[in-house]
């Protein structure tokens, strides 16, 4: 069902509805923090006026599931309602987010990846750090794992797409590139994404406040640190 | 009832943890209104279960209860109170003497509660009158051991921990005893038709694909858990490879390049870029998650409206039946 020209809704489950987003009509969707802002936009509205009924939101990069609960409406009446709130949302012009910089600490100690981005990119290690040292990211989605937040992107040079047969264990802290999409693990768990440094900083902690230093919106922007500097900030090192 | 909960006072001692079995879980029923932080739901496999044995004891619908999975869970009583155990046909003992599923009974301080190991079905729940008294995270007690969140410690029940509980005042004990009519108990199998909603990317999936999926039945293969069941049968192919990752529904139908298709479940991770086929309804999914290794599966594609009705007439159904006072 058509919302607008940029905003569409599918059938996601039983109590869940899926709103998609995109720059006019394209069927295919891209990432892009044009849209990511209507997505926060969307969000932000959707928090607003329909808290009553909605069990929870999943925003992404150019998505939001709408969890519902089925007692209190169904899916006809919330379709009506979102498309009734979101008609007049479109490409925002919202304010620039906040700029968080995060230390890393690049090297082939703690990036075990560089080496192979750097030969499958044809460029230095050194190369590799300071592309991804250059960009700034954007907060596209948080999710996949508590305090998991997605980072794009990545420059294209040194794009990476995942490993075949993921790893058991990516240590807590690492930072690492798949295809353009970069993030800092926050905590030990499997996971299949090219490691290229550590972060000391803790991404996800119960007992902070915030809970997690990013939210979706920020811009990120990774400082490279040396070992003595990572391990004062807490770091650790297997 | 409710006079027997305002009686209740908080204890630190409930149920001392003697043998902790295969996987035994704190559980309520879920954490909702954390996706943002990237925490999953958790909560019961089997909600159907899940709302007896808190009905039976007289308890609200999300109080913390313990889900065993396969069995083999052993705990001796600390204090007098009423409990019911529900799901899968475990062998119930207390002080080794046989104890009838579905229904409340007083234990005394100094019981023995065991459960041996279902031969089909794979989930328990053990509510205790009052519920389970656990430090709620991100507003809830449900146990996601990959998220390192609720429960105790973040983790499955473990030997020698003592799970507290209210305590019953005397003259609470004998109206507690409730049992649910066998008529209205669920019949545990090894096949289970799953009714799904298309929905996702399902236009990406051609009318013969489709149909294939509809029309075989699929077995559940050795990755099974409580994050989901991966499905063993005729391969699924979409016309596309991945998606934008997006959030993931509970019961969501994940179908990976090799096409055999993912049931998302309670501990699902939020956000993912398979391609999806559809969604499970939830009453299915509580069925798929009593499944194991090799059981049966068949899909049926519903309308949403359908499947708003059903949802509604099992609802209705719950609300209707009523308890045994023995």
Redesign the interface.
């Known amino acids: 069902m058509k919302i607008n020209d940029t905003i569409h809704l599918?059938?996601?489950?039983?109590?869940?509805l899926?709103l998609y987003f995109s720059l006019r009509e394209q069927s295919s969707?891209?990432?892009s923090a044009e849209i990511n802002r209507t997505v926060q936009q969307a969000e932000q509205l959707i928090r607003q006026h329909l808290s009553a009924v909605i069990?929870?939101?999943?925003?992404?990069?150019?998505?939001?599931?709408v969890?519902f609960d089925?007692?209190k409406i169904?899916?006809h009446h919330l379709r009506n309602q979102l498309q009734e709130l979101l008609k007049q949302c479109n490409l925002a012009n919202s304010k620039l987010g906040r700029l968080i910089e995060l230390p890393c600490y690049y090297s082939l100690e703690s990036g075990m990846d560089l080496v192979r981005i750097a030969k499958h990119a044809k460029l230095s290690v050194e190369q590799v750090i300071a592309l991804h040292q250059g960009q700034e990211y954007r907060v596209y989605?948080?999710?996949?794992?508590?305090?998991?937040a997605?980072l794009g992107e990545v420059d294209e040079r040194i794009a990476m797409p995942r490993l075949t047969t993921p790893r058991l264990k990516v240590p807590k802290g690492a930072v690492a590139i798949a295809d353009r999409q970069t993030a800092v693990y926050?905590?030990q768990?499997p996971g299949g994404w090219n490691i290229i440094g550590l972060c000391p900083v803790e991404m996800?902690n119960?007992q902070a406040k915030p809970?997690?230093p990013l939210a979706?919106g920020d811009r990120v922007k990774f400082i490279a640190i040396d070992r003595q500097l990572y391990l004062n900030q807490g770091g650790k090192l297997s | 009832m409710s006079k027997v909960l305002t009686k209740a006072a908080i204890n630190p001692l409930g149920f001392l943890v003697t043998n902790a079995g295969v996987l035994s879980l704190v559980q309520d029923a879920g954490r909702?209104?954390?996706?943002?932080?990237?925490?999953t739901n958790g909560g019961p496999a089997d909600s159907l279960a899940f709302y007896w044995a808190n009905s039976l004891c007289g308890n609200a619908l999300n109080a913390t209860v313990i889900e065993i999975s396969l069995g083999g869970l052993q705990l001796i009583a600390q204090v007098d109170c009423i409990i019911a155990v529900t799901g899968a046909p475990m062998p119930l003992t207390v002080n080794g003497r046989a104890k009838t599923l579905w229904q409340s009974f007083l234990v005394k301080a100094g019981d023995s509660v065991c459960l041996g190991f279902a031969s089909v079905g794979v989930r328990c729940y053990l509510a205790v009158a009052g519920g389970f008294v656990i430090k709620a995270?991100?507003g809830s007690t449900a146990t996601v051991c990959?998220?390192?969140?609720g429960g105790l410690k973040g983790a499955k029940i473990a030997v020698n921990e003592v799970l507290p509980c209210h305590v019953v005042s005397r003259g609470g004990y004998l109206r507690k005893h409730l049992m649910l009519p066998e008529s209205r108990q669920p019949h545990y199998a090894n096949e289970v038709l799953l009714h799904t909603?298309?929905?996702?990317q399902q236009q990406h999936f051609s009318a013969i694909e489709k149909r294939l999926f509809f029309a075989n039945d699929y077995q559940v293969s050795k990755h099974w858990d409580r994050m989901g069941y991966r499905l063993q049968g005729r391969a699924i192919k979409a016309d596309i490879n991945g998606?934008?990752?997006?959030?993931?529904?509970?019961?969501?139908v994940q179908i990976p390049a090799d096409g055999q298709p993912i049931v998302l479940l309670n501990d699902r991770?939020?956000?993912?870029g398979y391609p999806k086929i559809?969604?499970v309804?939830?009453s299915d999914c509580a069925k798929l998650s009593q499944l194991r290794q090799g059981d049966s599966v068949h899909f049926e594609a519903i309308s949403?409206s359908q499947?708003?009705n059903l949802?509604?007439l099992n609802?209705s159904r719950l609300k209707q039946t009523q308890l045994i006072h023995l």
Do not use: K, W
């Open positions: 599918n059938v996601a489950g039983e109590n869940a899926i969707l891209v990432v069990v929870d939101l999943i925003p992404s990069y150019a998505s939001i599931l969890v089925l007692v169904d899916h989605a948080i999710g996949f794992a508590p305090g998991f997605y926050p905590a768990s996800f119960p809970i997690m979706v | 909702f209104g954390a996706f943002n932080l990237g925490l995270s991100f990959r998220e390192s969140v909603v298309l929905s996702y998606i934008l990752s997006e959030g993931i529904c509970y019961g969501a991770q939020t956000i993912g559809g969604a309804i939830s949403m499947a708003d949802f509604h609802l």
